[in-house]
């Protein structure tokens, strides 16, 4: 698992070891750090390090002392070393070492000749350490900086061109550390070195994807940092939390999945979320719908038993409500009962529209898990103000803007765990538990993958709903109602898995569902 953290959460936890007198000893462990991994990178593109030529973009604080230092450590390997200052000054002891070891300093602030000579110079650079800002950052670039990354940007080679390498130090100059907001120009990194734990900016939208391969060098903080601001879950925290049915399992109780979904006009959507399920590993999947679509879903998947009734004749441990349940009265009435009810629910598509109307009436409950993307997002957040739940009602380049922030104002206003989907998808728990997820194919952007992953998360709910313990192996804090939002980051990543699972092309859903199935081979 990746632990995240603000860039204030370490900067709190630096501060004992920064009065005790420490900080030109962490600065050179960082520095240490980002200099092997400029070394690599170099050696990769150029086979050696002598000669090569090497503009750190330094600002003034300790983040430019770090690239100073690097660059200190890369000259004295034989590379030509080149500091452009941004700003009116350096940080002393790393220009000092830079001069030392042979590198020059071009004051790039001292008018436009000197700017201009700046861009050339990380044009033609075979490596540009991009140490502007860190986490002392007021937002983002501006001034020379922002005029040199501008300039640089426009003239960055097409596809296929050779660009200079980037490493970013700490973070991309620009990206809030805090956040992953990138405002203003951002030089894209191929790799991002970051100090004493990865920041919650290098794992979420838009910053993460600025960062490149994120690399983090330990500084000894790890025993001075608070709870994380975010996590990620990995391969190996997805194979020992999904749920798993032991020798005395029977069906019901490894967790049955009732699925609202389908209409006249949209039976597709409840074909692929019902296969989806069974895929997942459910151990029953009944599904609730119109009698033409029940008939489909019988013949594209004879294991799902599907009946016309009402949720409330029916005992599952989890729903699934939404998906293609749109212009049928019938079934806006099953999804209005799941709601209003206390049963586990995967909330998505056709069911956002009554989950805002039930949360404005009072909180759904952090048992329901809204499944929106961006567009959605914005729609459910412009019904919550409308009816007075919210005092906002961004619009969609705001949410792309920061899409962790509304993330969780959609979760604190329902009282749900919202899942933001997307590139990097976002799960966000009413009580701040947030997490981010990046591990699906470009490709799994296709009609169809919501309806999936809304069946796979129905899957992995319906096993853990009754056990508030079930994913007690992730740390204490993933007990009781945080379990449901692991449930959802588990879907999210076995779903993205799956996207992968035959190598980079098209996965439209009924292979991905099948490709489920591969995922969970995984060994426990
Ligand atoms: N603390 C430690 O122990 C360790 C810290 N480490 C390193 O220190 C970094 C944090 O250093 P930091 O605190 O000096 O802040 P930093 O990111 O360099 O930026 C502040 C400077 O930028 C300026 N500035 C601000 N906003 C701006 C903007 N939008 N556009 C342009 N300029 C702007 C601002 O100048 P001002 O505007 O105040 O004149 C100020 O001078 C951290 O990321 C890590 O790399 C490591 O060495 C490990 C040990
Ligand atoms: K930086």
């Known amino acids: 698992m990746i632990e995240a953290y603000t860039g204030a959460q370490v900067r709190a936890a630096e501060t004992p070891y920064l009065e005790r007198g420490q900080g030109p000893a962490l600065m050179r462990r960082a520095a240490h750090g980002l200099a092997l991994v400029?070394?690599?990178?170099?050696?990769?593109?150029?086979?050696?390090?002598?000669?090569?030529?090497?503009?750190?973009?330094?600002?003034?604080?300790?983040?430019?002392g770090d690239g100073l230092w690097a660059g200190a450590e890369l000259a004295r390997?034989?590379?030509?070393?080149?500091?452009?200052?941004?700003?009116?000054?350096?940080?002393?002891?790393?220009?000092?070492?830079?001069?030392?070891?042979?590198?020059r300093v071009l004051p790039a602030a001292d008018g436009a000749p000197a700017l201009r000579r700046a861009v050339e110079q990380v044009l033609d650079a075979d490596l540009v350490l991009d140490a502007v800002l860190g986490t002392g950052a007021r937002g983002g670039l501006r001034g020379t900086a922002a005029e040199i990354v501008r300039a640089v940007l426009d003239r960055w080679p097409a596809p296929g061109g050779r660009a200079p390498l980037v490493v970013a130090c700490d973070v991309p100059s620009g990206v809030s550390a805090d956040t992953g907001a990138a405002?203003?120009?951002?030089?894209?990194?191929?790799?991002?070195?970051?100090?004493?734990?990865?920041?919650?900016?290098?794992?979420?939208?838009?910053?993460?994807?600025?960062?490149?391969?994120?690399?983090?060098?330990?500084?000894?903080?790890?025993?001075?940092?608070?709870?994380?601001?975010?996590?990620?879950?990995?391969?190996d925290d997805v194979a020992a939390l999904w749920p798993r049915p032991g020798a005395g399992s029977h069906k019901y109780s490894r967790g049955v999945v009732g699925v609202v979904a389908g209409s006249a006009t949209y039976p597709g959507a409840a074909l692929m979320c019902t296969r989806a399920a069974v895929d997942a590993g459910a151990g029953m999947v009944r599904h609730l719908?119109?009698?033409?679509?029940?008939?489909?879903?019988?013949?594209?998947?004879?294991?799902?038993?599907?009946?016309?009734?009402?949720?409330?004749?029916?005992?599952?441990?989890?729903?699934?409500?939404?998906?293609?349940?749109?212009?049928?009265?019938?079934?806006?009435?099953?999804?209005?009962a799941v709601l209003a009810g206390p049963v586990p629910a995967v909330v998505d598509a056709g069911a956002l529209g009554a989950a805002a109307r039930a949360a404005a009436d009072g909180a759904l409950g952090p048992a329901k898990i809204l499944t929106p993307h961006a567009g959605e997002l914005v729609q459910v957040l412009a019904w919550l103000a409308a009816l007075g739940a919210t005092d906002e009602a961004p619009d969609r380049a705001a949410v792309e803007a920061d899409p962790a922030r509304w993330a969780r104002t959609a979760a604190e206003a329902t009282g749900a765990v919202v899942v933001l989907k997307g590139a990097t998808t976002l799960v966000?728990?009413?009580?701040?538990?947030?997490?981010?997820?990046?591990?699906?194919?470009?490709?799994?952007?296709?009609?169809?993958?919501?309806?999936?992953?809304?069946?796979?998360?129905?899957?992995?709910?319906?096993?853990?709903?009754?056990?508030?313990?079930?994913?007690a192996a992730a740390g204490e804090w993933a007990r009781g109602d945080a379990r449901f939002a692991v449930a959802a980051a588990l879907a999210v990543a076995v779903h993205g898995y799956a996207s992968r699972a035959d190598g980079l092309g098209p996965v439209p859903?009924?292979?991905?569902?099948?490709?489920?199935?591969?995922?969970?081979?995984?060994?426990p």
């Not at 400029?38 to 430019?64: M, P």
């Not at 470009?442 to 309806?451: E, H, K, N």
Request: proline share 7%; with cysteine.
């Open 183 to 235: 405002d203003g120009p951002v030089l894209p990194a191929d790799a991002t070195v970051t100090f004493g734990a990865t920041k919650a900016g290098h794992l979420l939208p838009p910053g993460d994807r600025l960062c490149g391969e994120v690399r983090t060098v330990p500084l000894g903080l790890e025993d001075a940092l608070p709870a994380p601001a975010l996590r990620r879950l990995e391969h």
């Open 38 to 64: 400029a070394l690599e990178r170099l050696r990769d593109r150029r086979g050696r390090v002598a000669g090569a030529r090497v503009v750190v973009l330094a600002g003034t604080g300790n983040n430019g």
């Open 77 to 103: 390997r034989g590379a030509a070393v080149l500091a452009v200052a941004v700003g009116d000054r350096l940080h002393p002891e790393g220009e000092a070492a830079l001069r030392a070891a042979g590198g």
């Open 428 to 471: 966000a728990a009413p009580g701040g538990t947030l997490l981010s997820q990046a591990d699906g194919s470009p490709w799994l952007a296709t009609a169809g993958s919501g309806d999936t992953l809304a069946g796979v998360m129905g899957a992995v709910l319906a096993g853990c709903a009754e056990h508030p313990d079930a994913f």
């Open 509 to 523: 859903p009924t292979a991905l569902s099948a490709a489920v199935r591969s995922v969970l081979r995984l060994a």
């Open 289 to 336: 719908g119109d009698a033409g679509t029940r008939r489909l879903v019988c013949l594209t998947s004879p294991e799902v038993v599907a009946s016309e009734d009402h949720p409330a004749d029916l005992h599952v441990q989890a729903w699934v409500v939404g998906p293609g349940a749109v212009g049928d009265p019938a079934q806006e009435s099953r999804i209005d």
